[in-house]
């Protein structure tokens, strides 16, 4: 999962939504999704930037992933940790606006076709790009990063992740075609994103044991000093190549950034009140409400704001491992959901500033909802693996405390749920027919699950439940993520308009069974993966949807998560010396509207 993090971070910066199009000959500035590019040959900038914006300054900022350390720059392999600074290093052939969720423009490419077959996608790369040592980028290159990424030297999710593209072929020196195993619809947009890299890099050491090298990529930002727990600093490269390509028109314009590495949020937040960093995305609202107090707020030293959120929700939750025997009955995930009373937290803990999450794919047409019906009610029928019943019934949604609802009534729902598993109480616990505890453990690398932990422990105590809330170190957190040694974990999944191969990673039986997928449940679903085959091979938005609400009905039947909650806006700080482009635009993250689209006004103390 960690790595999986990881491929995330890279897309984001590279600002790809993967995408479906029909097959077409040459695309040439453009793919889209079955519908005219919102910009069209010939513009000048993405709307939601200030192409005039003055370049210069040094943007400061904490740690954005919360891992106060690194031990290589080499996100691209399991082993260690790389700084999600590094990202801003590598460029991919193709990147979207953050305007629409399913166009992408050329990059590193001038020129993208899709076959009319489908079955492959070529990409002419643009002459003037280049490495940040100075060499041009090729085709040989692009062969080159999916060659390595397939290889055993990368971390394994992306053999997975890329594993309906058959090869990579250098047509000629500017020329690179992707053949594809499937006419899956969103492949050439998979190509696009993937990130390139130099095989200078390497420099003739095995791929895998690269770890203080400086990547050779063709971002925008270079590594200029490191300090390993403390401090990384990226300088924008003088001689970027890309710098007045319409994508890019209005981006990246600090001269340097600099990440400041804190080990937990209490000295974070601190750190960011008394100067040390410029911009804050607060995901705490306890914090928000609290904490965002003080002069600096109070003279417009430091602007509190919040920003709206247009994009799908995603899922964040209670992750059970299904490896783990106490998590492999349905009706015993089940009533440990039926023990946590979101509304009562949000009321005593969160201050009122959540909603909870319902779905994979919350706030979106993706998210399923009644009965299923028309073209879902079809496909669900059409599966050759079995689904249970109550599939077709009610989408699931998780429980409430809402009147006429209660805790007390849901917790009796548990208890019956749990003994139907049979697991009932005696002897001060709830014990199987061999007598044995029902228990579990849920770990934390920062401790702030604690506030809900809490609560809901007296609650499954109520039910004879052994539950242990334990804070780990960060570094042992990722090791048992990646080796799927854990009990209940809580975790983000990524958030996608328009999600696709990156499924197979995070819910197919291939992957329940490959260290540092990202397939923490352990999900081994015959329908699941007959489901997310479909939604690769979708051809239309409407199937897309479809397709996904189907899948989500299915997930969220088998109660493999205990949703948690979310935000339906950005809650940021920044110190008052910055400017940002008078239009935000529809499906962004915070973090990076700030960095890639802000501009400095005055220096630090001015």
Not at 98 to 112: C, Q, R
Not at 370 to 391: F, I, N, Q, R, T
């Amino acid at each position: 999962m960690f790595m999986a993090k990881i491929l995330r971070r890279i897309v984001a910066v590279s600002v790809l939504v993967p995408a479906l199009l029909p097959a077409a000959a040459w695309a040439a500035h453009a793919l889209a999704l079955g519908a005219t590019p919102k910009y069209p040959p010939g513009f000048t900038h993405f709307d939601y930037v200030n192409p005039d914006a003055p370049k210069g300054g040094t943007l400061y900022l904490a740690n954005p992933d919360r891992r106060n350390s690194f031990d290589k720059f080499n996100p691209f392999t399991l082993k260690g940790t790389s700084p999600a600074a590094v990202a801003m290093m590598f460029e991919s052939l193709g990147t979207s606006s953050w305007d629409e969720p399913a166009t992408v423009y050329g990059l590193l490419a001038e020129d993208m076709s899709v076959a009319a077959d489908g079955r492959s996608a070529t990409f002419r790369i643009n002459p003037k790009a280049r490495f940040n040592d100075g060499s041009p980028v090729t085709a040989e290159d692009v062969k080159y990063s999916f060659d390595t990424l397939m290889s055993k030297a990368a971390a394994p999710q992306f053999p997975i992740i890329y594993a309906e593209i058959a090869r990579a072929v250098a047509v000629d020196r500017l020329t690179v075609r992707f053949d594809f195993k499937t006419d899956n619809w969103q492949l050439p947009q998979l190509a696009a994103g993937m990130a390139v890299f130099s095989p200078k890099w390497a420099a003739g050491k095995p791929f895998d044991k690269l770890t203080f090298e400086k990547p050779i990529a063709s971002g925008p930002y270079l590594i200029e000093q490191y300090d390993t727990g403390r401090n990384i600093t990226l300088r924008r490269n003088p001689e970027y190549w890309g710098a007045d390509l319409p994508v890019n028109r209005g981006l990246y314009n600090f001269d340097r950034i600099v990440y400041r590495m804190y080990k937990d949020d209490v000295a974070r937040l601190e750190a960011f009140k008394a100067g040390e960093f410029d911009f804050n995305v607060e995901y705490s609202a306890r914090n928000w409400a609290r904490s965002y107090t003080g002069s600096n707020f109070r003279n417009g030293n430091i602007i509190r704001r919040t920003l709206p959120v247009g994009s799908t929700a995603g899922m964040q939750g209670f992750i059970m491992n299904l490896r783990r025997a106490q998590f492999q009955d349905k009706r015993v995930r089940e009533a440990l959901g039926l023990s946590f009373d979101f509304e009562w937290m949000d009321r005593q803990v969160f201050y009122g500033q959540y909603k909870r999450i319902y779905s994979f794919w919350n706030n979106s047409p993706m998210a399923a909802s009644g009965v299923p019906e028309g073209d879902e009610l079809k496909l669900l029928k059409s599966l050759s693996a079995p689904l249970d019943p109550a599939v077709f019934g009610e989408a699931v949604r998780p429980p409430s405390t809402n009147p006429p609802s209660s805790l007390r009534a849901n917790l009796r729902r548990a208890v019956a749920l749990f003994a139907e598993a049979g697991w009932t109480y005696r002897d001060g616990a709830l014990r199987n027919a061999k007598g044995e505890p029902y228990a579990f453990e849920l770990i934390d690398e920062q401790g702030s699950l604690g506030r809900v932990a809490a609560p809901w422990g007296r609650n499954l105590a109520k039910l004879g439940v052994q539950f242990n809330y334990r804070v780990i170190d960060r570094a042992l957190y990722e090791k048992r993520q990646e080796n799927f040694d854990f009990d209940m974990i809580s975790i983000r999944f990524g958030d996608s308009e328009t999600p696709g191969p990156e499924l197979v990673d995070e819910f197919g039986s291939k992957a329940a069974d490959t260290p540092g997928s990202g397939n923490l449940w352990g999900i081994k679903d015959p329908a699941v993966d007959q489901l997310v085959a479909r939604i690769a091979t979708a051809r239309s938005r409407d199937q897309l949807n479809t397709t996904a609400r189907a899948l989500d009905r299915v997930l969220m039947h088998g109660h493999y998560v205990i949703p948690e909650w979310y935000s339906s806006t950005h809650r940021v700080a920044y110190w008052n010396r910055f400017g940002f482009p008078d239009k935000l635009p529809l499906y962004y993250q915070a973090a990076s509207w700030m960095v890639m689209t802000a501009w400095e006004t005055k220096k630090r103390g001015q």
